[in-house]
């Protein structure tokens, strides 16, 4: 067959919008407009852009999951329309904004935005990208995945446990410790303790952690169980040590280059028979 079928786009203006007749409908009649034809594409938006309910807020973001299929209505292909929506949703409702891409790897996250009372609202990768730019409706903070990991993990309660607690094979693995800190320059000295915990706040993924710096307290946290063997509790904590003396990102080409020299200076060190970097 030679031919194809394309979907027809249809308008606002040739549906119902039950739950805001008074901001849309209403508007639309006292002005005498029936239909979408004749109007300007700007004086629609315009239109659209004055609702502020919640129920035609809840008619966009739906149709926003429509895009990809061809069979949305024509006036959510405008960038500015979808963000008014989630701004109208955001001040009204306990909502999370995500992409199709932070479903799949966001993990545990999304878990416990759900638990937490939250709805899932997936949008386009292009409006996820204005969120953080404005606020919502009633001026609070536009709530996205990398939102709700920030409140998440600062309100993470660690379960700390002092060296006394440990067992006897994991206190000889953590007095590991300060000859590991040795390793690295004196200069470069800006950790101030390595503490240990239970529990660990998440990674960008949603798993736990297997290690964390926190800047502002200058110190290192260590999730247990990595002192169950040298190899895992050194691995961590030399990861995590970069972090602290380089102020890089995890998942950034610095970062990985920084953790490849500070290896490199290690492998060089030990097959030198030296106790740091420069020899000392």
């Known amino acids: 067959m030679g031919s194809s079928l394309r979907r027809r786009k249809t308008s606002y203006f040739h549906t119902t919008l039950p739950h805001q007749p008074n901001c849309y409908l209403k508007r ?43 069979t949305s209505h024509d006036e959510i292909q405008w960038l500015d329309v979808q963000l008014h929506a989630c701004q109208i949703l955001n001040a009204q409702e306990k909502v999370m904004f995500v992409t199709s891409y ?52 600062n309100a993470f309660p660690f379960a700390f446990v002092p060296p006394s607690k440990l067992t006897s094979s994991e206190r000889k693995v953590f007095e590991k410790t300060h000859t590991i800190l040795d390793w690295f320059p004196k200069t470069k000295k800006v ?13 960008w993924n949603g798993s736990d952690a297997a290690g964390l710096w926190e800047e502002a307290a200058s110190r290192l946290i260590i999730r247990r169980d990595q002192l169950q063997k040298v190899e895992s509790y050194a691995g961590t904590l030399i990861h995590e040590i970069t ?13 990985e280059n920084q953790l490849t020299d500070n290896l490199g200076k290690l ?5 030198g028979n030296r106790k740091s970097w420069f020899g000392q």
């Open 191 to 203: 950790v101030n303790a390595v503490l240990i915990s239970e529990t660990m706040k998440l990674n």
């Open 28 to 70: 639309l009649i006292a002005r005498g407009l029936t239909s979408a034809e004749g109007h300007t594409s700007e004086r629609i938006k315009s239109i659209l852009l004055e609702c502020a309910g919640k129920g035609v807020a809840e008619l966009l973001v739906d149709d926003l999951k429509n895009l990809q299929t061809g």
């Open 267 to 271: 492998a060089a060190m030990v097959l």
């Open 102 to 153: 932070d479903l799949m790897e966001a993990g545990k996250f999304i878990t416990y935005a759900q638990e937490d009372g939250y709805r899932v609202v997936v949008i386009p990768e292009n409006l996820a990208g204005k969120l953080p730019t404005v606020a919502d409706k009633s001026g609070n903070e536009m709530v996205n995945l990398e939102y709700y990991k920030g409140e998440w993990n």
């Open 243 to 255: 972090h602290a003396i380089t102020g890089t990102d995890d998942e950034t080409m610095e970062f």
